[in-house]
Protein backbone atom coordinates (compact mmCIF):
# COMPACT_ATOMS: atom_id res chain seq x y z
CA UNK A 1 0.00 0.00 0.00
CA UNK A 2 0.91 3.56 -0.98
CA UNK A 3 1.93 6.17 1.74
CA UNK A 4 0.31 8.93 1.74
CA UNK A 5 2.72 11.74 1.52
CA UNK A 6 3.93 13.47 4.86
CA UNK A 7 1.93 16.98 5.83
CA UNK A 8 3.89 20.12 5.93
CA UNK A 9 4.39 19.99 9.70
CA UNK A 10 5.58 16.44 9.83
CA UNK A 11 8.28 16.64 7.28
CA UNK A 12 9.35 20.38 9.23
CA UNK A 13 9.49 17.82 12.08
CA UNK A 14 11.23 15.05 10.29
CA UNK A 15 14.06 17.81 9.00
CA UNK A 16 14.56 19.40 12.41
CA UNK A 17 15.33 15.96 13.58
CA UNK A 18 18.04 15.39 10.98
CA UNK A 19 19.58 18.58 11.63
CA UNK A 20 19.63 17.83 15.08
CA UNK A 21 21.69 14.53 14.36
CA UNK A 22 24.20 16.44 12.41
CA UNK A 23 24.91 18.77 15.17
CA UNK A 24 28.43 17.87 17.09
CA UNK A 25 27.88 17.24 20.89
CA UNK A 26 28.01 19.36 23.50
CA UNK A 27 31.55 20.09 24.57
CA UNK A 28 32.22 19.76 28.33
CA UNK A 29 33.02 22.28 29.98
CA UNK A 30 37.02 22.87 31.12
CA UNK A 31 38.19 22.37 34.29
CA UNK A 32 39.38 25.73 36.13
CA UNK A 33 40.54 26.79 39.55
CA UNK A 34 37.54 29.11 39.73
CA UNK A 35 35.15 25.94 38.75
CA UNK A 36 36.62 23.86 41.47
CA UNK A 37 36.51 26.24 44.19
CA UNK A 38 33.08 26.88 43.11
CA UNK A 39 32.03 23.24 43.18
CA UNK A 40 33.77 22.52 47.14
CA UNK A 41 32.13 25.95 48.17
CA UNK A 42 28.91 23.94 47.18
CA UNK A 43 29.63 20.95 48.84
CA UNK A 44 30.61 22.40 51.87
CA UNK A 45 27.34 24.16 52.06
CA UNK A 46 25.28 21.28 51.93
CA UNK A 47 27.04 18.68 53.24
CA UNK A 48 29.45 20.29 55.72
CA UNK A 49 33.32 20.47 55.27
CA UNK A 50 33.93 16.72 56.37
CA UNK A 51 32.51 15.81 53.32
CA UNK A 52 34.97 17.49 51.15
CA UNK A 53 37.47 15.73 49.26
CA UNK A 54 39.69 15.83 46.33
CA UNK A 55 37.62 12.63 44.89
CA UNK A 56 34.40 14.47 46.32
CA UNK A 57 35.12 17.48 43.81
CA UNK A 58 36.07 15.59 41.00
CA UNK A 59 32.89 13.34 40.64
CA UNK A 60 30.46 16.49 41.38
CA UNK A 61 32.87 18.09 38.49
CA UNK A 62 31.87 14.49 36.57
CA UNK A 63 35.97 13.84 36.16
CA UNK A 64 38.66 12.18 37.64
CA UNK A 65 40.93 13.48 40.97
CA UNK A 66 44.32 13.97 38.36
CA UNK A 67 42.18 16.30 36.42
CA UNK A 68 42.05 18.46 39.74
CA UNK A 69 45.12 18.02 40.46
CA UNK A 70 46.43 19.90 37.40
CA UNK A 71 45.35 22.76 38.77
CA UNK A 72 45.45 22.12 42.42
CA UNK A 73 48.12 20.32 44.18
CA UNK A 74 46.40 19.04 47.22
CA UNK A 75 43.83 19.08 49.82
CA UNK A 76 46.24 21.60 51.59
CA UNK A 77 45.84 24.17 48.84
CA UNK A 78 42.19 24.00 48.42
CA UNK A 79 41.52 24.80 51.54
CA UNK A 80 43.97 27.79 51.58
CA UNK A 81 41.93 28.80 48.44
CA UNK A 82 38.45 28.60 49.92
CA UNK A 83 39.40 30.49 52.61
CA UNK A 84 41.11 33.24 50.69
CA UNK A 85 37.81 33.05 48.47
CA UNK A 86 35.59 34.25 51.67
CA UNK A 87 38.17 36.51 52.64
CA UNK A 88 37.52 38.39 49.45
CA UNK A 89 34.11 38.63 49.78
CA UNK A 90 34.81 41.23 53.38
CA UNK A 91 35.03 44.63 53.12
CA UNK A 92 38.16 46.99 54.88
CA UNK A 93 37.08 49.95 55.67
CA UNK A 94 39.58 52.89 55.63
CA UNK A 95 40.94 52.78 59.35
CA UNK A 96 39.21 55.70 61.40
CA UNK A 97 41.25 56.54 64.55
CA UNK A 98 37.99 57.54 66.19
CA UNK A 99 36.10 54.51 64.83
CA UNK A 100 38.96 51.95 65.12
CA UNK A 101 37.22 49.44 67.38
CA UNK A 102 34.07 49.20 66.13
CA UNK A 103 35.57 48.77 62.68
CA UNK A 104 37.60 45.73 64.39
CA UNK A 105 34.48 44.03 64.98
CA UNK A 106 32.89 44.69 61.52
CA UNK A 107 35.47 42.92 59.89
CA UNK A 108 35.63 40.09 62.29
CA UNK A 109 32.01 40.00 62.37
CA UNK A 110 32.06 39.90 58.70
CA UNK A 111 34.16 36.96 58.52
CA UNK A 112 32.22 35.10 61.05
CA UNK A 113 29.23 35.27 58.83
CA UNK A 114 31.03 33.83 56.13
CA UNK A 115 31.90 31.24 57.93
CA UNK A 116 28.96 30.16 59.46
CA UNK A 117 27.32 30.00 56.34
CA UNK A 118 29.94 26.80 55.07
CA UNK A 119 29.50 24.62 58.07
CA UNK A 120 33.07 23.44 59.26
CA UNK A 121 35.24 25.60 56.70
CA UNK A 122 36.70 27.21 59.72
CA UNK A 123 38.61 23.83 60.22
CA UNK A 124 40.43 25.06 56.76
CA UNK A 125 41.41 28.13 58.62
CA UNK A 126 42.93 26.83 61.26
CA UNK A 127 44.88 23.74 59.96
CA UNK A 128 48.35 25.84 58.74
CA UNK A 129 49.03 29.58 58.25
CA UNK A 130 47.55 31.93 55.21
CA UNK A 131 49.65 31.86 51.75
CA UNK A 132 47.01 33.39 49.87
CA UNK A 133 46.51 36.56 49.12
CA UNK A 134 42.99 37.55 49.47
CA UNK A 135 43.23 36.15 53.30
CA UNK A 136 46.63 37.83 54.17
CA UNK A 137 44.46 40.93 52.78
CA UNK A 138 42.76 40.76 55.87
CA UNK A 139 45.12 40.80 58.29
CA UNK A 140 46.67 43.33 56.22
CA UNK A 141 43.72 45.63 56.74
CA UNK A 142 43.14 44.87 60.39
CA UNK A 143 46.67 45.88 60.89
CA UNK A 144 46.00 48.95 59.58
CA UNK A 145 42.80 49.74 61.44
CA UNK A 146 45.10 48.55 65.08
CA UNK A 147 48.26 51.10 63.96
CA UNK A 148 45.57 54.08 63.44
CA UNK A 149 44.00 53.76 66.89
CA UNK A 150 47.23 53.52 68.07
CA UNK A 151 47.96 49.88 69.17
CA UNK A 152 51.60 49.34 69.19
CA UNK A 153 52.82 47.00 66.43
CA UNK A 154 53.23 43.97 68.75
CA UNK A 155 49.82 44.39 70.48
CA UNK A 156 48.56 44.57 67.28
CA UNK A 157 49.96 41.81 65.77
CA UNK A 158 48.56 39.16 68.54
CA UNK A 159 45.53 40.45 68.80
CA UNK A 160 44.91 39.96 65.51
CA UNK A 161 45.95 36.53 65.90
CA UNK A 162 44.07 36.01 68.74
CA UNK A 163 40.95 37.36 67.06
CA UNK A 164 41.08 35.41 64.09
CA UNK A 165 41.41 32.31 65.95
CA UNK A 166 38.40 33.33 68.14
CA UNK A 167 36.63 33.72 64.78
CA UNK A 168 37.48 30.47 63.60
CA UNK A 169 36.43 28.59 66.80
CA UNK A 170 33.06 30.37 66.92
CA UNK A 171 32.35 29.29 63.63
CA UNK A 172 33.92 25.94 64.24
CA UNK A 173 31.69 25.28 67.30
CA UNK A 174 28.65 26.91 65.98
CA UNK A 175 28.92 24.17 62.95
CA UNK A 176 29.64 21.00 65.89
CA UNK A 177 26.39 22.46 66.99
CA UNK A 178 24.13 23.48 64.65
CA UNK A 179 23.57 26.98 63.80
CA UNK A 180 21.13 28.54 64.63
CA UNK A 181 21.02 25.95 67.96
CA UNK A 182 17.85 24.38 67.58
CA UNK A 183 15.29 25.84 69.91
CA UNK A 184 14.08 22.25 71.57
CA UNK A 185 17.96 21.64 72.55
CA UNK A 186 17.91 24.95 73.92
CA UNK A 187 14.86 24.79 75.91
CA UNK A 188 16.07 21.22 76.98
CA UNK A 189 19.64 22.83 78.35
CA UNK A 190 17.40 25.45 80.45
CA UNK A 191 14.83 22.87 81.84
CA UNK A 192 18.36 20.56 82.62
CA UNK A 193 20.05 23.62 84.37
CA UNK A 194 16.72 24.49 86.62
CA UNK A 195 16.81 21.12 87.68
CA UNK A 196 20.45 20.87 89.51
CA UNK A 197 20.35 20.81 93.23
CA UNK A 198 20.13 24.59 94.54
CA UNK A 199 22.23 23.49 97.32
CA UNK A 200 25.30 22.72 95.19
CA UNK A 201 24.59 25.05 91.97
CA UNK A 202 23.00 28.03 93.96
CA UNK A 203 24.65 30.63 91.40
CA UNK A 204 23.75 28.37 88.48
CA UNK A 205 20.06 27.97 89.00
CA UNK A 206 20.08 31.40 90.29
CA UNK A 207 21.06 32.86 86.54
CA UNK A 208 20.17 29.95 84.18
CA UNK A 209 18.56 32.89 81.91
CA UNK A 210 21.84 34.91 81.88
CA UNK A 211 24.44 32.26 81.50
CA UNK A 212 22.24 31.26 78.16
CA UNK A 213 21.20 34.70 77.04
CA UNK A 214 22.24 36.48 73.91
CA UNK A 215 20.80 36.33 70.25
CA UNK A 216 22.82 36.84 66.99
CA UNK A 217 26.54 37.95 67.42
CA UNK A 218 25.93 39.70 70.90
CA UNK A 219 27.82 37.02 72.68
CA UNK A 220 30.79 37.02 69.93
CA UNK A 221 31.26 40.91 69.58
CA UNK A 222 31.27 40.96 73.61
CA UNK A 223 34.56 38.87 73.33
CA UNK A 224 35.79 40.52 70.91
CA UNK A 225 35.19 44.22 72.55
CA UNK A 226 36.70 42.51 75.96
CA UNK A 227 39.76 41.90 74.02
CA UNK A 228 39.96 45.29 72.19
CA UNK A 229 39.37 47.13 75.29
CA UNK A 230 42.36 45.34 76.64
CA UNK A 231 44.49 47.27 73.97
CA UNK A 232 42.84 51.01 74.68
CA UNK A 233 44.19 50.36 78.58
Not at 51 to 71: D, F, Q
Not at 158 to 172: E, G, M, N
Not at 195 to 215: I, K, Q, W, Y
Request: proline content about 7%; glycine content about 6%; charged content about 20%.
Amino acid sequence: MKRKPSSRAEWATQIAALEQQDEPPARKEPITVGRIVTTALRLVETEGFDALTMRRVAAALETGPASLYAHVRNKAELDDLLIGTLSRNVSLPAPDPARWRAQMIGVCGQLCDEFLRYPGIARAALSAPPANLDTLRITEGMLAILLAGGVPPRSAAWAIDAALLYVSAYTYEAALRGHPEPAADRAEMLTRLRMLPVSRFPHTVAHVDELNSGVGHERFEFALGLLLDGLSA
